[in-house]
């Protein structure tokens, strides 16, 4: 049987910044299973900020989360498009460019990424 295990964000396994200082992912690690917190600020986009560091032209990870706040554009390899935005949960698989919308921070809980 699993025992209860309670982990804070605000005490992160690992941070991954994004570039110049436009965003990060703070991940907890739970024995095999992550969970990830993106905050991307106003002006991030993957193509820009994250793409240059992976040297793919397009984000090649599955996303399976939750917009906490903020709003997020994702536009898909074959074009298709979504606007994601607070209480929203989203389901996107590889292949894609993201990008913040508007002045707020976008932050995003990531189950699968």
Known sequence: M??????????????RPFGDGTG?????DFGG?????????PGWRWSRHVGPITGTASCEVAHSGYCASGRMHVR??????AEIG??????????????VVGDEPCVFLDFAG
């Open 2 to 15: 699993s025992k209860l295990t309670v982990r804070r964000f605000s005490r992160p396994d690992e941070v």
């Open 24 to 28: 990060r992912a703070e991940i907890l």
């Open 33 to 41: 299973a992550t969970v990830g917190r993106g905050i991307f600020h």
């Open 76 to 81: 898909m390899d074959d074009g298709l498009e």
């Open 86 to 99: 607070p209480g929203d949960y989203a389901l996107i698989p590889p292949g894609h460019d993201a990008w």
